[in-house]
């Protein structure tokens, strides 16, 4: 094997031969290029990995003459035999850079994973936005080589739905710490950590007294007689692609299933969350001590207050002798899964058109956040394990600060008018 100082002259005087040849750098022991028969040139470094017996002969392909310069392929020289004499084998390294997994590759493990740790809705919805959000952009990325920027771009191109940009990026930094436990990441590198979240404006939808009589009317107009589909809804229903393919019954008036009625008289009443009503079992319900035992919910496990008028509702339901749930479904064992059809017919018929089902949760709520009660017994009504998500409702109730507002704005009132009719405060008027 030669041997000469490689420069750009040199390497361009290199003609190729009948064999592959190499030609060593006399300045930096290991550098070297090797000359194909077809003239590619190509510079390599040769070293030891390890030590004494152990050691082993490596090569590091660098790259081509010609995309790569002489200077730079020894430079890249340097810093690899540096990394040898702290005990590194970029070679080696590379090669398992090769076989390191792809951000598909780790998500079927990881989703797998959440399936067993989380909710079946939050797996539900994780699956959902990793195929949708995740897979398009950074499935074919090496999860080890994925950046904050790429993700933080991902966040940004969804910044007009502030909340699901939010919850990718949560999301991508549970992967990521599942990764780093599967040995795939160094700890404490975690590309979604340090992104900025977007500000999110909570939807609050309160019904007032007037609307919750509507909302009774409509409910009772659909058990007794029945309502039309909400407009929005005739067009096409789920599944069926054309007028002509229409279910015959699915512009029909007929009296509403009384366990979805109940089911939303429920949910009005108590509290709950759609899932907790739906899936609600007889065990669960202590009538003797007004309480609804939750065994499993969105926050573990709770007990919440059963207010004499739900009582009166599930006093009223039929119990099903081989079914456990108060509000059985259609098959043997299973309980009720559809009510969206007849909340959109009983909202719009209730003239509330774009409420949601959860707003009847906020509105339970707001009633006795507005009636004074504190917020740790509006928590402990919701079932919520932390206060800072019943802070919510704390601008309802009436507090000190607002008593002296109301008392302050009358004083000044009275004044500017120059008398001292005292003004009514606010709360009183709205009444």
């Known amino acids: 094997m030669a041997t000469k100082t490689l420069t750009k002259r040199a390497v361009d005087a290199l003609k190729p031969q009948k064999e592959r040849y190499e030609v060593r750098d006399a300045e930096l022991p290991g550098f070297l290029v090797r ?17 004494g017996r152990a050691a082993q002969r490596r090569r590091l392909t660098l790259g081509r003459y010609g995309a790569l310069t002489v200077d730079g392929a020894r430079s890249l020289a340097r810093r690899s035999l540096a990394s040898v004499a702290h005990g590194g084998d970029p070679a080696a390294d590379r090669a398992g850079a090769k076989h390191a997994p792809t951000v598909v590759m780790l998500g079927e493990p990881w ?8 909710k079946l809705t939050t797996a539900t919805e994780y699956a959902r936005l990793w195929s949708r959000h995740v897979v398009p952009a ?20 969804l910044s007009e739905t502030p909340y699901l940009a939010n919850r990718l990026v949560a999301m991508l930094g549970g992967f990521f710490t599942f990764a780093t436990g599967e040995g795939v990441r160094p700890a404490h ?3 979604a950590h340090g992104i900025e979240f977007y500000p999110e404006r909570p939807r609050e939808r309160f019904l007032s007294a007037a609307e919750f009589r509507r909302l009774g009317e409509a409910l009772s107009r659909a058990e007794r007689e029945g309502l039309p ?12 692609h054309t007028l002509k393919h229409r279910p015959k019954n699915w512009s029909a008036v007929n009296r509403a299933d009384p366990l979805a009625v109940a089911a939303i008289r429920l949910l009005a009443l108590t509290g709950c969350r759609e899932g907790e009503i739906l899936s609600l079992r007889w065990d669960a319900v202590d009538f003797e001590r007004g309480y609804l035992r939750f065994s499993d919910t969105k926050t573990g496990r709770n007990n919440r207050p059963l207010g004499a008028a739900a009582a009166a509702v599930l006093h009223g339901l039929p119990r099903i002798a081989d079914n456990p749930y108060v509000l ?15 909340w959109y017919a009983v909202r719009h018929g209730a003239k509330l058109d774009g409420l949601r089902l ?3 949760r906020h509105s339970f709520a707001s009633v006795p956040a507005s009636g004074g009660e504190s917020i740790l017994i509006v928590r402990s009504l919701l079932g919520h394990t932390r206060i800072a998500t019943t802070e919510r409702y704390a601008h ?6 607002r008593r002296a507002a109301d008392r302050a704005s009358g004083e000044i009132a009275g004044w500017l008018r120059g008398d001292e009719t005292p003004v009514k405060p606010l709360r009183a008027v709205a009444q």
Do not use: M
């Open 35 to 51: 000359v194909a028969p077809d003239g590619a040139k190509t510079f390599s470094v040769l070293y030891r990995a390890g030590r």
């Open 111 to 118: 989703l797998a994973d959440v399936r067993i740790r989380r």
């Open 138 to 157: 950074l499935g074919s990325k090496q999860v080890s080589a994925v950046t904050t920027a790429e993700i933080r771009r991902r966040h940004r191109s």
């Open 189 to 191: 590198d975690n590309p």
């Open 229 to 240: 589909p909400a407009p929005a809804h005739r067009r096409k229903p789920k599944g069926h």
């Open 328 to 342: 059985p479904g259609l098959r043997s064992g299973e309980h009720l899964k559809g009510i969206k059809r007849l």
């Open 358 to 360: 959860h707003d009847l």
């Open 396 to 401: 309802l109730a009436d507090d000190p600060v």
